[in-house]
């Protein structure tokens, strides 16, 4: 069996919590809806570790695959039921890559390999969360 993953929050008052990961590093996670927010809500964090956990998948097998990548963007974006709870229904993942010589046809294949092998945050979501993506290889 794995090692379980592990966090702790500290209530500061009102929504606001300082979180601290089992690797020591912290974040504030706060509700936007206030107008002296800190930091990202709940479900902004969820997007960013799918978006986390997928763009480090890709960058991991395109550095395998000996792909010339310089810069990686992923920015996702996450449809929430209209109702309580509010989970998400649909994510659209764009992944925007430069480097001189990227093959589209391996990013295609990094792009697949992680959202169906090696992404444990999207393996995570409901599974009638409908996940989408969009590949744009720009210029260097």
């Not at 794995?2 to 089992?22: C, I």
């Not at 890559?97 to 046809?105: I, K, P, R, S, V």
Request: with cysteine.
């Amino acid at each position: 069996m794995s090692e379980p993953t592990r966090a702790v929050l500290r209530w500061q008052g009102g929504l606001r919590f300082e979180a601290e990961s089992g690797s020591g590093k912290t974040v504030v996670v706060d509700s936007p809806a206030r107008p002296d927010h800190a930091g990202p809500s709940p479900m902004e964090l969820l997007l960013i570790g799918v978006a986390g956990c997928t763009g480090m998948d890709v960058a991991a097998i395109l550095e395998k695959m000996r792909q010339p990548l310089a810069r990686l963007e992923v920015v996702v974006l996450g449809q929430r039921a209209e109702t309580n709870p509010k989970y998400f229904t649909a994510i659209t993942l764009e992944y925007h890559l430069w480097g001189h010589g990227l093959e589209e046809e391996k990013v295609r294949r990094a792009v697949e390999l992680s959202h169906q092998t090696y992404c444990s945050a999207l393996a995570s979501l409901r599974p009638d969360c409908r996940v989408e993506s969009h590949i744009h290889i720009h210029a260097p």
